[in-house]
Nanobody, 127 residues
Framework: VQLQASGGGSVQAGGSLRLSCAAS????????TGWFRQAPGKEREFVGD??????????HYADSVKGRFTISRDNAKNTVYLQMNSLKFEDTAVYYC???????????????????WGQGTLVTVSS
C-alpha cells in the first residue's frame, strides 16, 4: 500500500484545515486507517482512526482532539480525510496517515499497530 498525505499548511489559531490520505495498492475501506502527529522534540502520538466499512467505519479520537477533529472516508476516491477545526497552537506538528489490515477492539493508538505509512504533512498553527 502506498499512502500519500496532503493538505498541510499554515493557519491561525481557530482556523481549519483538511488533510487527505490517498491510497493506492489496497482498498482503505477494508483497512483501519490511523492519523498520528509528531511535534518537534516529541514522540509520535495518536490522533484518531477509522475502521473498515465491514466494522461499521467506526471512528476513535484522542481526547486532545475530540470534538474538533473528524475523520471520514470517501470509498470512491480511496481517500481518508482528517478535518481539523478550532485549531490550536499545540496542534502544530507533522501529521502522518497510516493503515493496517489488523483489527482489534477499541482505538488502535500504537504506531506499531500500523504497517503502512504516508510521508507526513506539516501543519503549523500560529497563535
Amino acid at each position: 500500500v502506498q499512502l500519500q498525505a496532503s493538505g498541510g499548511g499554515s493557519v491561525q489559531a481557530g482556523g481549519s484545515l483538511r488533510l487527505s490520505c490517498a491510497a493506492s495498492g489496497r482498498t482503505l475501506s477494508r483497512m483501519t486507517t490511523g492519523w498520528f502527529r509528531q511535534a518537534p522534540g516529541k514522540e509520535r502520538e495518536f490522533v484518531g482512526d477509522i475502521r473498515r466499512s465491514g466494522s461499521g467505519g467506526t471512528t476513535h479520537y484522542a481526547d486532545s482532539v475530540k470534538g474538533r477533529f473528524t475523520i471520514s472516508r470517501d470509498n470512491a476516491k480511496n481517500t481518508v480525510y482528517l478535518q481539523m477545526n478550532s485549531l490550536k497552537f499545540e496542534d502544530t506538528a507533522v501529521y502522518y496517515c497510516s493503515a493496517t489490515e489488523r483489527h482489534v477492539a477499541g482505538p488502535m493508538v500504537r504506531a506499531s499497530d500500523y504497517v503502512y505509512w504516508g510521508q507526513g504533512t506539516l501543519v503549523t498553527v500560529s497563535s
